[in-house]
Structures are given as C-alpha cells and as structure tokens.
C-alpha cells in the first residue's frame, strides 16, 4: 500500500467527464487517485508510480484496455478492474483471459464500483512478520510459500495476481479437499450467479498456466468431478 496508507488508484478512460467523475468520487471516498487519458498515458505514468489498482476502461482509441491488461502482467501484479460495455461478454472473458481481476459492466452506479474495488484491496495479502517459521507446498518443481502467498521456480518469482493469490490461500488452507465453484466465488467477494463461476473456471485455467507441467492435464489443480477444484501437492 502506499506510503501513507490511503492506497493510490489509477483511472484509464478516453472519456474526460467519466475519468473527472470518477476521480471525484474516489478522492471523496479516501483514495489517492492518478488519472490517465489513454494507454500510452498510462504507461508513461506507471513507469514512474506504483498503484495499489487499476481501473481501465476496455474501449479505447489506439491501444485497447485488454492489450494493455496483458501488457503490464508481463511486469507487475497490480489489480487491475476493467470497465466494459454491457453485454459483451466476451469482452469480459477476454479481460479475465489477459490478467484482469474483475470487470464492471457500463453504465454502473459509483457506488458499486467503490464496492468492486474495496473487495479487490481486501484480497491483497499483508506482509507478515519476519520471523515465522515458512511453510511449504511443493507442486512438481515448483515451490509455494504460503505465508508470503509467494510462488517459486528455482530462483525465479513467478508473478500472480490477486486473484491467483487469492485462489491460492483458498486451496492451500485445505489442501486435497475440493472446494466448489460457488464457495471460490463467495471466497473472493464476488456476486453469485452463473457469469461469475465461469470467471472462476477462466481465472483457474490461467493459473494451470503458471503452476502445471502440462496444464491440458492438470496434476497439481484438479477438477474434481461435481465437487468443484482441489490442489494435490506431492
């Protein structure tokens, strides 16, 4: 969080009454906030502050909001919400797809986009104090700190998101116990309903990615028929 511990947002949108709308309202809510007109702004921002979230809108000129999603999870684990037109659900899949953490559909009310990205920064992991003793799963060559709710491949840190952290701290507090698609739902704050347990299915498919030899055939996150997901460490 930022230094001061009001954390710093930064709001992408080509749309100048939207982006001083929502600034607005934000600061009045307690956040520090950086607005940014387009992509290109954004990068040239990001390359010198840190954010404790994004709030990107997908329908841009020049580069799009989910090019831009997949671009920055190259190199930083930042939340990032998406803003997307209402009804394109692909658009969504495709956000969740590029490394987004949730998504909004427009027209929203302000509040529930404060609602969004409280439950966002609540599923971001605090430090925890140095000196307890760290525990371990191992998942093939790859080692998972669960204190930390960091992810390791040799030397290497492997980047997740908070919603890939969050999914982790889920699964590794009952390891070889699945837990359903609903409960994961509820367990990251999101809304029930069927739209948001394909987010999860998507959200799963992209850390299979991350953690799985061959992710086609997990070993490591397995689908358990009728009974959700379940993490198998050796």
């Not at 104090?129 to 799963?137: G, H, Q, R, S, V």
């Not at 701290?169 to 309903?193: M, Y």
């Not at 069927?194 to 086609?216: G, H, M, S, Y």
């Not at 070993?219 to 460490?233: D, E, K, S």
Request: no cysteine; charged share 30%.
């Amino acid at each position: 969080m930022s230094a001061n511990n009001d954390p710093h947002l930064l709001i992408v949108d080509d749309d100048e009454r939207i982006r001083d709308l929502l600034k607005k309202f934000l600061i009045r809510a307690g956040f520090l906030v950086t607005a940014a007109r387009d992509a290109a702004h954004a990068r040239r921002v990001l390359s010198g502050l840190d954010f404790d979230l994004i709030v990107l809108d997908v329908m841009m000129p020049g580069e799009d909001g989910l090019s831009l999603t997949a671009a920055l999870r190259e190199t930083m684990a930042t939340p990032i919400l998406l803003l997307t037109a209402r009804g394109e659900t692909n658009d969504r899949i495709k956000g969740l797809e590029a490394g987004a953490d949730d998504y909004l559909p427009k027209p929203f009310e302000p509040k529930e986009l404060l609602l969004r990205i409280n439950a966002i920064l609540r599923r971001m992991p605090e430090s925890q104090p140095e000196d307890i003793a760290p525990k371990f799963l191992q998942l093939g060559e790859i080692r998972y700190d669960i204190d930390r709710g960091e992810m390791w491949q040799g030397e290497d840190l492997i980047r997740l998101t908070s919603t890939e952290i969050q999914l982790m701290k889920i699964f590794s507090a009952q390891p070889g116990e699945a837990v359903s698609r609903a409960k994961l739902v509820e367990d990251l704050g999101r809304d029930r309903g069927q739209a948001q347990e394909r987010a999860v299915d998507v959200q799963i498919t992209r850390l299979r990615r991350k953690i799985e030899p061959n992710p086609k055939q997990p070993q490591y996150l397995q689908t358990v028929r009728g009974a959700g997901y379940m993490l198998a460490p050796d």
